[in-house]
């Protein structure tokens, strides 16, 4: 719990304008590695839950790893709809798709429907809109994108450009 204190209070710091400038797009981060098995997802989850734990902020948990779902497979969301649905379909307001959770202050957002084409709807301007969306439309929320590893993958390169900060675990 200590360890991820220290890693959340500055990325709280950009995020939010807490004792600092605040980043453009900083409540956006994405979480990755540089290959599978790494421990992004744990961090992911780790660092969801110890931010949820701070006053006045909120914290909505994505899976973004299009392609392996494991963090909505975990927490028993695969089967929602979710990102790649809402990039699928423009008309799909991507707030409803946001799950609760039995801590009032942290909220899911599952992968979706998988897709063979998910990198290019990763690429496409939709994520940038959604991006801003579910970070404009709470000032105290903090998005954590759970993100495919960089080397083999396509899509944690794309997703890098749509937020405003990125963790990166190392083994």
């Known amino acids: 719990a200590a360890q991820y204190r220290h890693i959340k209070r500055p990325l709280i710091s950009k995020g939010i304008g807490r004792g600092r400038e605040r980043v453009p797009r900083g409540n ?4 990755t590695s540089a290959l599978p098995g790494e421990g992004k997802t744990f961090t ?8 949820a734990l701070e006053q006045e902020l909120r914290v ?28 699928r379909d ?5 707030e ?17 429907g998988r897709s063979d084409t998910a990198t290019e709807l990763l690429a496409g301007p939709r994520l940038a809109e ?21 080397l083999p993958t396509t899509e944690a390169r794309v997703l890098a450009q749509a ?4 963790v990166l675990a190392v083994r």
């Open 60 to 87: 909505l948990l994505v899976d973004a790893d299009v392609a392996r779902p494991r963090l909505s497979h975990e927490l028993g969301i695969d089967r929602d709809p979710g990102l790649l649905d809402a990039l």
């Open 44 to 51: 992911t989850v780790n660092l969801a839950l110890s931010m």
């Open 163 to 166: 937020v405003g900060q990125v």
């Open 130 to 150: 959604i991006v801003q969306r579910l970070c404009e439309s709470d000032r105290n929320r903090i998005v954590l994108f759970d993100s495919p590893p960089i």
């Open 96 to 112: 409803s798709l946001v799950i609760g959770t039995d801590i009032p202050t942290l909220t899911l957002l599952s992968a979706g």
């Open 28 to 31: 956006s981060i994405m979480v």
């Open 90 to 94: 423009d008309a799909i307001d991507v």
